[in-house]
């Protein structure tokens, strides 16, 4: 069986219907149900359609990367009865034989039998150089093959094999670290541990002190428990990340889980590998320099024969075919393949001589000044050399090898690199780079890239067990040479330091880091366990589009945290009510259908039009504290009036209830137009909708909501209470400001 790191569909379902805010709604729901109160259950259409945005997300994601794994899945080769079958990894067999050429994904471990091959290790070990691998040498699964053929036996399926090993230490669940998330659970744990025990002293109050009716005592009961709970607020947390999530979609960006879009928006140190991230893993030709005064156009005409007639497809010679293209114009009589252990390869010509291609070093001795210069500024440098006759020994260099070009190369920095760097430098997030190659490939990719800092590099090869990753982290951006094991340190270090780390990868080397990091980022053409583990997977692999993901998230956070205080009004007053209830023995004031009007019009309606606004400011403060220290001040009121309303009793009881749902109602409202400031075109026709609509819903439906008529009286008492109401939220609001950051450290 293949290995699945996404979810099932039924651990989707599970997870996001068993939920204690779900559990608490749906409790309220049947005893209202089992009362007839079928009206007052108009509230649990918005838990439905939560639970169904948070599966249907949650699906799309884990088809997009389940698609991506099958497009993936490598093919194996293996020798049985005689003959070479393709295989997919999974019916692979301990001792199969396995074909192994230029091209091919190592799916098992493997020891080679017969043959040599130059592997590719990178997503293993993030050291983009070849390795050379002959008779007896080990092959590990997770790493291809760049040149050669071999014949491997496999000594490992399954769970046994190095990169499985790998990915089973990171295939538990990757929690997501969601501040809103976070910030709704602790208001669900909190109201849960009063829902239940005050729901019971509620009612029985009701029933047994003042002989209500059953019907009425749990529709009474139930109207405290549900404004304790603020499923309009959850609803937009998920409405509003889940239109970011499609926005980011329609860019090619896949975010497996949609609270994972506002994990970004708090990261202030982003780990990026070099290989495959900063870089787009090609190798491009930045100078040729000429070495000999032979005819140019004849040469030309050699290396050209060269690159048509020799093997190799690494990322070098990929570079050097589209400097020197093809022109297979002499005919090729022997051939010895590019190795990085002898460092050299060689192509001879029937009655022409032989090119040769290789490292410096090896070529020449004695490097010139020139070269010497381009490799300690982190460019690799190739030679093309001539001699006039064939060469077939693969053990050494004939004498006497005419230098014809010295060809430098470096990687391939993406476009757009450096204006992504210098947005997170501007917006406070702290870039630090981290590879398995070479510290002077490293730094010199760091320097070109743009990466401020990028002198204060570190081998960590050469350091021991006991490195002090704290301090490595506060005095180096870039980090070279690094273990998979040595990242996941980085990561937890940056992470005791108080830091929201997010970390970018490709490969099973980084799977350590990318399970330890509080947002992962997997790019598309990666391994399959970096893309479904990670919570947002770049489909166009390319890292400059994470800007567009951070400004979602903002978005986001800044809407939802700018009308969260309305919805949390309820919450403050109920919580407070229901406790005034009980000294005073007396019905809550409000039903489950009166408090669903409230939700609808005035929290949910301004809510959901202004999640299209734009406001990518970068975030300052915590959700929860600022929500609810902006919204204590009308939920304070709210109580007072009631309290005041309770205990001047001016009318009859179903009048006071009139009286007292109508200046919750204009209470609430005053705390949309605040979060709608400063007043613009849309701001202003949501608030003028908002307050037609309300009062139109009562006007047509009084009976419905049990609104009485308003007399002369009740009016003159109304506007009394709004003017009283408005000079006490003056006064609390001046309290908050000047006391804001102790009740902020409170909460």
């Known amino acids: 069986m293949a290995k699945q790191f996404t979810k099932s569909r039924g651990q989707i379902v599970r997870e996001n219907l068993f939920t204690l805010f779900n559990f608490l709604n749906f409790l309220i729901a049947g005893l209202l149900f089992s009362v007839g109160a079928y009206s007052n259950m108009l509230f649990i259409a918005i838990i439905i359609l939560n639970i169904a945005i948070g599966i249907a997300q949650e699906f799309k994601a884990k088809k997009l990367v389940d698609e991506l794994s099958i497009l993936n899945r490598p093919k194996v080769c293996v020798v049985r009865e005689g003959r070479e079958t393709l295989l997919t990894p999974e019916d692979v067999v301990k001792d199969d034989l396995m074909v192994l050429e230029s091209g091919n994904q190592i799916c098992n471990d493997a020891v080679i039998e017969e043959g040599s091959l130059e592997v590719n290790e990178s997503l293993l070990t993030g050291e983009s150089d070849a390795i050379v691998r002959e008779k007896n040498d080990k092959l590990y699964s997770g790493s291809s093959v760049i040149s050669g053929k071999a014949y491997a036996r496999v000594i490992h399926v399954g ?14 669940e990757k929690q997501v670290q969601s501040e809103l998330l976070g ?88 780990c990026l590998d070099k290989t495959g ?54 005919q090729p009589i022997h051939k010895i393949p590019f190795s990085s252990k002898r460092k050299w390869g060689c192509v001879s010509f029937r009655e022409a001589g032989s090119i040769f291609v290789g490292a410096p070093e090896k070529l020449l001795g004695k490097l010139p000044e020139n070269l010497e210069r381009e490799l300690e500024s982190g460019r690799r440098v190739i030679v093309i050399g001539y001699t006039g006759r064939t060469w077939e020994n693969e053990n050494e260099l004939p004498t006497g090898i005419q230098p014809l070009y010295g060809v430098v190369l470096e990687d391939t920095v993406r476009p757009h690199a450096k204006e992504t760097l210098e947005f997170f430098r501007r917006e406070g997030v702290d870039v630090k780079i981290i590879s398995g190659d070479h510290i002077k490939t490293v730094s010199g990719i760091a320097r070109r890239a743009g990466l401020c800092g990028w002198e204060a590099a570190i081998d ?91 400004m979602e998230g903002r978005k986001v956070i800044h809407n939802v945290t700018r009308t ?8 403050i007053y109920s919580v407070l009510v229901s406790f005034l209830c009980l000294l005073t023995n007396q019905a809550f004031p409000f039903i489950p ?36 220290s902006h919204a204590m001040p009308f939920g304070i009121t709210v109580t007072a009036m009631i309290a005041v309303t309770c205990f001047l009793a001016p009318f009859s009881e179903a009048e006071n209830r009139t009286v007292m749902y109508l200046l919750l109602i204009l209470i609430s409202m005053t705390a949309v137009v605040k979060s709608c400031l400063p007043l613009r075109p849309l701001r202003i026709f949501i608030c003028v909708t908002m307050f037609l609509g309300t009062f139109a819903a009562l006007g047509v439906l009084p009976s419905l909501f049990e609104v009485g008529a308003v007399s002369g009286a009740m009016g003159t008492y109304i506007l009394a209470g709004a003017a009283a109401s408005l000079l006490l939220i003056l006064a609390l609001e001046l309290f908050r400001r000047r006391y804001g950051k102790t009740m902020k450290s409170a909460i």
């Open 460 to 550: 960590l090869s050469v350091l021991g067990e006991t490195a002090d990753y704290d301090a490595l982290c506060q005095n180096y951006s870039v980090f070279a040479r690094v273990t998979p094991r040595q990242k996941q340190e980085l990561v937890k270090a940056l992470k005791r330091q108080g830091h929201q780390v997010a970390m970018t990868g490709d490969g099973v080397n980084d799977l350590l880091a990318l399970r330890e990091a509080d947002c992962s980022i997997a790019v598309a053409d990666g391994s399959d366990a970096s893309r479904q583990i990670s919570q947002v997977v770049l489909l166009e692999s390319d890292f400059t589009n994470l800007p567009q993901v951070v």
């Open 564 to 571: 969260a205080q309305v919805f949390f009004i309820k919450t």
């Open 277 to 330: 991230t900063i870089t787009d893993g090609k190798l491009k030709v930045c100078s040729v320099i000429p070495m000999t005064v032979l005819t140019q156009g004849g040469l030309d005409v050699l290396v050209g024969s060269y690159m048509a007639a020799c093997d190799d497809n690494n990322a070098t010679f990929w570079a050097l075919r589209e400097k020197f293209p093809e022109n297979p114009v002499y």
């Open 159 to 172: 769970d046994e094999n190095y990169a499985t090993k790998l990915a089973n230490e990171v295939k538990r």
């Open 183 to 270: 910030s709704m659970r602790k208001v669900t744990r909190f109201t849960s541990f009063l829902i239940i025990p005050l729901g019971i002293l509620l009612f029985l109050e009701a029933f047994f002190l003042r002989q209500t009716p059953v019907n009425e005592a749990v529709v009474s009961s139930a109207a405290a428990l549900l404004g304790m709970l603020p499923k309009g607020l959850v609803l937009l947390i998920s409405v509003s990340l889940a239109a970011g999530v499609i926005r980011l979609a329609r860019m090619k960006i896949l975010v497996q889980n949609i609270y994972s879009l506002e994990t970004l928006a708090h990261v202030d140190v982003l």
């Open 593 to 628: 259908i009166q408090i669903t009007l409230v939700d609808a019009f005035i929290e949910a309606y301004p809510s959901f039009l202004t999640i299209v606004e734009s406001d990518t400011r970068r975030i300052r403060g915590r959700f929860l504290p600022t929500a609810l």
